[in-house]
Nanobody, 121 residues
Framework: QVQLVESGGGLVQPGGSLRLSCAASGNIFSIDLLGWDRQAPGKGREYVAHITSTGATNYADSVKGRFTISRDNAKNMVYLQMNSLKPEDTAVYYC???????????????WGQGTQVTVSS
């Protein structure tokens, strides 16, 4: 089995910064895509960003220029640096990982439990 655990959420004032971390553990041969989604109160889940195994990144328009995704392949971790935070960034943030458990496996997507980010004065 594979587990993903997020950390780093909290309460921050508008214009502030937070860094989210997500650690993947368990039966992991390799990780392809790593990413973050979020879900605001009363809304559906929304794509935020992803990073491929080669380091290519993509961002939602709403966070482009403010958020930066990165990964540490040796530690099976993904990070989301969030700057210039706005109240509309308030949401539960979920990380996900496309994991291969052997060289012959197709990848399977696993999700973390989420971490709350609240942007408010």
């Amino acid at each position: 089995q594979v587990q993903l655990v997020e950390s780093g959420g909290g309460l921050v004032q508008p214009g502030g910064s937070l860094r989210l971390s997500c650690a993947a553990s368990g039966n992991i041969f390799s990780i392809d895509l790593l990413g973050w989604d979020r879900q605001a109160p009363g809304k559906g889940r929304e794509y935020v960003a992803h990073i491929t195994s080669t380091g290519a990144t993509n961002y939602a328009d709403s966070v482009k220029g403010r958020f930066t995704i990165s990964r540490d392949n040796a530690k099976n971790m993904v990070y989301l640096q969030m700057n210039s935070l706005k109240p509309e960034d308030t949401a539960v943030y979920y990380c996900y990982a496309d994991v291969r458990r052997s060289s012959r496996d197709y990848s399977t997507r696993y999700w973390g439990q989420g971490t709350q980010v609240t942007v408010s004065s």
